[in-house]
C-alpha cells in the first residue's frame, strides 16, 4: 500500500473513517495503475471512479459540517475544491502529455500529505465538534 491510513488518522466519527479508508484504497489503486503502466485507458477509469468518490465524500462531509454549523466549514471547503483542482490537473496531464514515473512519484508524495495534513488538522477538529455535540 502506498498511501496508509492508521489509527492517527482517525476523526471517530464512522462514516468519515470509513469513507476516508475507502478514497486511500482507490488513491492506491490509481497509483498503481499508473507505475505499472496499464495503459492509459486502465489509468482513465481508475481516475473516474475515484473522481467521483472524492466528489461524493466531500459533498456528504459538508453536508454533514453545513448541517451541524461546523464554524470551519469555509476552510473545509476551500481545502476540498484545491484538491478537486488538483485531480483535474492530474487527469489533463494524462490526457496531454501521459505520466512520467516522476510524475507518479511526485502524485503519491502530493496526495499522500495533502490528505494526511487535511485529516490531521481539519477533519479530526470536525470529528471532535461533532462527538461533543452529538453528547
Ligand atoms: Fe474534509
Known amino acids: 500500500m502506498i498511501l496508509k491510513w492508521d489509527d492517527q488518522l482517525a476523526t471517530g466519527v464512522s462514516d468519515i473513517d470509513n469513507q476516508h479508508k475507502e478514497l486511500f484504497n482507490r488513491m492506491n489503486n490509481l497509483l498503481i ?3 505499472e503502466g496499464n495503459g492509459k485507458n486502465e489509468a482513465i477509469k481508475t481516475l473516474n471512479f475515484l473522481e467521483e468518490y472524492v466528489i461524493k465524500h466531500f459533498n456528504e462531509e459538508e453536508e454533514l459540517q453545513r448541517k451541524n454549523n ?6 473545509q471547503h476551500s481545502e476540498h475544491e484545491q484538491f478537486k483542482n488538483e485531480l483535474q490537473e492530474l487527469r489533463n496531464v494524462f490526457e496531454t502529455t501521459g505520466v512520467s514515473a516522476i510524475f ?3 502524485m503519491q ?3 499522500s500529505k495533502w490528505w494526511r495534513n487535511h485529516i490531521r488538522e481539519l477533519d479530526k477538529d470536525l470529528g471532535k465538534f461533532l462527538i461533543e455535540k452529538s453528547k
Not at 461546523?70 to 476552510?75: E, I, L, N, Q
Request: proline share 7%.
Open 33 to 35: 495503475t499508473m507505475r
Open 70 to 75: 461546523y464554524p470551519k466549514y469555509t476552510v
Open 104 to 106: 507518479v512519484i511526485n
Open 109 to 111: 508524495q502530493k496526495m
